[in-house]
């Protein structure tokens, strides 16, 4: 925040921070600080937003790409077909349309993030799966026709031939 | 545990924090010597798991809501309480209703042609073990009791790692697990950032962490050192392998003849371990010559046989 300040950033402040003795923050509002300025670089723990502009929803996709992938992502709006283009074409752990965090309290739904913002997730089947091991068993018939067959060592004569044969695209 | 260790694991000083890696990892040895004596667990003992945590949270959802309001300087219980406590709530629910349609295993269909000659596959979801869980400040009891529902749904332990920037929460949460699970199954530990790497540190079977990227980078790196799956599944094998029948020749048969015309370039990558059931002092000589051979070759292998000897004779002499 004192970076932003410092660079003339709007900041917009519901209360006097100094006025608060204890642990809680004020909100506050930045708007529109310059890609190279801090709060933009670093992860933000507090409430604080971060407003910027946008004429074509493409420039806020191919922006949204620049970064690592977010946690979630909160669309508003009702363009069906933006909300889709938005799904289509960015990454993000969940998503919420119309309102924030509700995914996560989604208890059928998986929970978790992707590359930077995670890996794995926990809530409903998903979950299950997460925290299980798939162990795949394998239980052989009692007759083994292999080494009638000659596909054990030592292999017959035609077994180079017949594995070439079935080495087909179909 | 978790009552009488957790008060003493708040202390900022170097000392306590020795003892709290050390009784961490008696905590973990403790739970992990309970999982392999007991790792097959019913739908109904993952259910009466779930109804304890759940049963913590209607006794205690009061005096969580009045921590986090402390810790907070102000949060509303209100709020607490749905977020923290029902939420955490709906989970352990929705997976106490809902697993006995995950847990079954599945059957898969054998390749051609063993698809032909009554070979039978399937995939069967076992619980991994025993589960670190690593919570947030912001949602102090959600992050550790709605990923504790899927943990103990598919049939795992777990020791919990509340933050320590929800420092009365993290307390009422040690106090109530003391109470109501026994340790053994869910434990709480508390301490301070330095605690918590010790905890990224331990060997688990599965690590969650919920918190910042950063954060999030150095418990990877913490827990690379341990995820690796091999020292769980040594023990576990060995544990298994000890309990097989087999005939010792036919088991050396199942390893050699695959292996043969591929020494040099294969074999070598792996090294395997072989249990045999030893019936007899003869048998018990032989394995002893033909390990010699065999232990070259490691980690994680399960042999049972039933492949018929005059196989095993073609192979052995090579």
Not at chain 1, 80 to 90: P, S, W
Not at chain 2, 292 to 309: A, E, H, K
């Amino acid at each position: 925040m004192d970076d932003a300040k410092k660079r003339g950033v709007t900041v917009i402040s519901s209360h006097d921070v100094l006025a608060i003795p204890d642990r809680r923050l004020p909100l506050q509002l930045v708007i529109c600080p310059d890609d190279d300025a801090a709060i933009m670089q670093e992860e933000i723990f507090g409430p604080v937003l971060i407003i910027r502009t946008y004429q074509q929803i493409d420039a806020v996709i191919a922006d949204i790409n620049r970064r690592s992938n977010p946690l979630a992502l909160y669309y508003l709006g009702t363009d069906v077909a933006e909300q889709q283009q938005v799904l289509n074409q960015t990454r993000s752990g969940g998503v919420t349309i119309n309102d924030a965090l509700m995914h996560a309290a989604m208890h059928d739904a998986p929970f978790g993030g992707t590359g930077a913002s995670g890996m794995g997730h926990y809530h409903g089947r998903e979950g299950f799966l997460q925290f299980s091991h798939a162990k795949t068993v394998f239980t052989v018939p009692a007759h083994d026709p292999r080494a009638e067959w000659g596909m054990l060592p030592p292999f017959y004569d035609g077994f180079d031939a017949m594995m070439a044969s079935q080495v087909v695209p179909d | 545990m978790s009552a009488s260790v957790s008060p003493s694991l708040t202390e900022p000083s170097a000392t306590s924090s020795v003892d709290a890696n050390s009784a961490l990892s008696a905590l973990l040895h403790r739970q992990q010597q309970a999982h392999l004596a007991h790792m097959q667990i019913s739908v109904n003992e993952r259910r009466e798991r779930l109804q304890q945590v759940i049963a913590l949270l209607v006794e205690g959802h009061q005096s969580l809501a009045a921590a986090m309001e402390a810790d907070f300087d102000g949060r509303s219980k209100g709020f607490s309480l749905m977020n923290d406590v029902l939420g955490s709530m709906a989970s352990l629910k929705h997976v106490r209703d809902n697993l006995i349609h995950w847990v079954p295993e599945q059957s898969r269909t054998p390749f051609a042609p063993y698809d032909q000659l009554g070979a039978d596959a399937k995939v069967i979801y076992q619980p991994k073990g025993v589960v670190g869980i690593m919570g947030t400040w912001n949602a102090p009891v959600f992050t550790l009791l709605s990923p504790l529902a899927c943990v103990l749904g598919a049939g795992n332990r777990a020791i919990l790692k509340p933050s320590e920037l929800a420092p009365r929460t993290a307390e009422t949460l040690a106090e109530l697990f003391a109470r109501f699970v026994d340790p053994a199954l869910v434990a709480v530990i508390n301490g301070d950032a330095r605690v918590g790497a010790q905890f990224a540190a331990q060997p688990f079977d599965h690590l969650v962490f919920t918190g910042s990227t950063a954060v999030g980078r150095k418990v990877m790196a913490a827990a690379s050192a341990n995820l690796t799956p091999s020292r769980w599944n040594w023990a576990a094998s060995r544990r298994q392998l000890l309990v097989a029948k087999g005939i010792w020749m036919s088991i050396v048969a199942v390893w050699f003849w695959p292996r043969r015309p591929m020494a040099g370039n294969y074999v070598s990558a792996q090294t395997f371990f072989m249990f045999l059931r030893i019936t007899s002092r003869r048998l018990s000589i032989a394995f002893a010559t033909i390990s010699g051979n065999i232990i070259l070759l490691s980690p994680v292998i399960l042999i049972m046989s039933r492949l018929s000897i005059n196989i095993t004779m073609s192979v052995f002499v090579a």
